[in-house]
């Protein structure tokens, strides 16, 4: 689901090279326009999809443990022959 989300984010964001130098340019100057806050809203969120699916890949998949092997039976068999001799 979150790399759907991710190529989702990513699709919606078309960004040439010049176009997102420009962008950073008037970010750091403070001319941003409408248009312009809305594809940094996009640019953020295809970022932070991407931050997410990094986290999933790394975190450990969730495994239930293994069960532990019941032993009483083999004690007790192991005894009765020790007590048959």
């Known amino acids: 689901m979150i790399r759907r989300l ?10 040439r090279p010049e176009d997102g130098q420009g ?13 312009d806050r809305q594809l940094l809203a996009k640019v953020v969120r ?14 450990p998949a ?3 443990p293994q069960r532990k092997t019941k032993r009483k039976r083999q004690f007790a068999k192991a005894s009765r022959r020790r007590n048959r001799r």
């Open 23 to 35: 962008l950073q340019e008037r970010l750091e100057r403070g001319d941003l326009s409408a248009a």
């Open 46 to 59: 295809a970022t932070q999809a991407s931050q997410q699916l990094l986290e999933d890949a790394i975190r």
């Open 62 to 64: 969730h495994t239930t």
């Open 6 to 15: 991710l190529l989702k984010r990513l699709q919606a964001v078309n960004l």
